[in-house]
């Protein structure tokens, strides 16, 4: 069945008052049009061995984001760049399940009913930062900083939707890359990101090296060392499906890369 025709508007303005400085703003709309399991199916999703959620999906309205964005960049000199930007992001009409009945089967299994409806909202809002520093011709220094937040406007009687906590509210990076030769490169990547409140993952650093070898034009021979701080460490978790999440470990690999003209 047909959901009808949506319009997405999108408007960017860009000034630059020297040729050091560019000031820029966009507005624009983004709809999501729910997929025919959404629009007419039941779904049934374990959350525990002797139970599942019985999904009723009758979800027939788009969900809306409406996207304020502003940016700044900034020369500072020929060596030094520096980017600004704040967003705020604004949700419509997003999917949430209400809970209609639960049924014990003869079994002992437990079935809890819900359905899908578009009656929640949110927004989110936050900064990005970037500088991008080159001290001299062979070294290049890159650092980034974000912070989020984001807050969602439950319907009564949803269930929680897990719209928020779902992304770390800070990350930060620095990378150091330095030409040794004009064959031979290196890159430092330090990352850092906080933690994910609803899977329970905590703040993380980690830290990967490379060392690349170009012989000739097209052909780069390469080590790389990844997570080198620790072990391992988590990244992402689901509380949807009912799974083992899995943690990033470790690793030492070498690469050849081959490019054709």
Do not use: K
């Not at 996207?67 to 020369?75: H, P, T």
């Not at 990352?191 to 703040?203: E, F, K």
């Amino acid at each position: 069945d047909d959901i009808g025709t949506h319009i997405q508007p999108n408007i960017r303005l860009l000034w630059t008052p020297n040729p050091n400085t560019s000031l820029w703003a966009s507005l624009a709309r983004a709809n999501r049009t729910p997929s025919r399991v959404e629009r007419d199916s039941v779904l049934y999703v374990p959350f525990a061995a002797n139970g599942s959620f019985e999904l009723m999906n009758h979800s027939n309205q788009i969900e809306i984001m409406d996207a304020l964005d502003l940016g700044w960049r900034q020369q500072l000199s020929r060596q030094l760049n520096l980017d600004l930007a704040a967003f705020y992001y604004r949700y419509d009409q997003l999917r949430n399940a209400v809970f209609l009945n639960q049924t014990v089967l003869p079994s002992g299994y437990l079935l809890i009913q819900t359905e899908n409806r578009n009656n929640s909202g949110g927004h989110a809002y936050g900064v990005e930062l970037a500088w991008d520093w080159r001290p001299a011709s062979a070294w290049r220094v890159q650092a980034t900083y974000s912070w989020l937040r984001a807050i969602a406007d439950t319907a009564p009687g949803a269930l929680d939707s897990s719209y928020t906590d779902t992304t770390p509210q800070h990350q930060a990076s620095l990378r150091l890359s330095h030409d040794f030769s004009p064959t031979l490169q290196g890159d430092a990547w330090l990352r850092y990101s906080g933690d994910v409140p609803l899977y329970a993952i905590p703040a993380y650093t980690s830290l990967d090296l490379r060392i690349a070898w170009r012989p000739r034009i097209g052909v780069e021979l390469g080590m790389v060392g990844q997570h080198l701080l620790d072990t391992q460490h988590p990244e992402y978790a689901s509380n949807f499906l009912l799974s083992i999440p899995r943690e990033l470990e470790r690793g030492i690999y070498a690469y050849v890369r081959w490019e054709l003209d």
